[in-house]
C-alpha cells in the first residue's frame, strides 16, 4: 500500500507491504493507540457506503460513543487477518458493510422491521437501511428504504422465495441468534 504519509517504524509496526496493513478488522492497529485507517480493504461492489460505515465506526470509537476494542480483540484480530494474510483479499461490499454496520452497533434489526426483511436480506447495499437503527438512526430511514428497494426492483412483496426461505433457514442454523432464527420463521414464503 502506499503510504508514504506514515514514518517507516509505523509501516514496519503495521507489516505494511504493497497490498497489507495488520489491523484489527481492517480498520484499528494492535500498537498505536489513536490511530484508525480507513478504505484500506478491497471491496468488491459499492465501496462509499462500506466507507461511510466504517468512518461511522472510527467516528463513534473515538468519540467514546462506541467501546474501542480491547487490547485482546485487537490481538486476536490482527493474528487472524495475518493467518488469512496471504488469501484473497477482496471482501464483498455487503459482508464488510455488515462487519463495520455490527462494529458500529447501526446494523438493522430484522425483528424490528419484518417487513422490509426480504429487502434488507435479499435487496440493495442501501445507506437508508443503516439509519434504521442505533446511534444516529433517522425517522424516515425505513420508508426510504422501502422506495429504494422498490425502485431497485428487488421487492414487489415481503415473501420470500422457497430459494430464499432455504437460504436464511440454513444461515439460522449456522447462527446462534434467536431473533434471527424468530425472524425466518416468521417471514411469509411466495407460493
Known sequence: MNIPFL????????NADEHHLDLYKFTFPEQLPGLAFLGMLAVIGPYFPVLELQARWIAYT???AQPAPSAEELQAGV????????GPQE??????A???????????????WPELGRGL???PLAPASFRMNGR????????????????FGCMSSNQLTAMQRGQLQALADARD??????FVARVPISQ
Open 177 to 182: 441468534d434467536e431473533a434471527f432464527a424468530y
Open 136 to 151: 444516529d438512526s433517522l425517522p424516515d430511514a425505513p420508508r426510504r428504504f422501502a422506495e429504494e428497494i422498490k425502485a
Open 7 to 14: 514514518s517507516p517504524e509505523i509501516r514496519r509496526s503495521l
Open 91 to 96: 471482501m464483498p461490499c455487503h459482508a464488510a
Open 62 to 64: 473515538f468519540s467514546g
Open 121 to 123: 436480506m435479499f435487496g
Open 98 to 112: 455488515l462487519l463495520f454496520a455490527r462494529a458500529a452497533g447501526v446494523e438493522p434489526k430484522l425483528e424490528q
Open 79 to 86: 493474528e487472524a487477518y495475518r493467518a488469512r494474510r496471504g
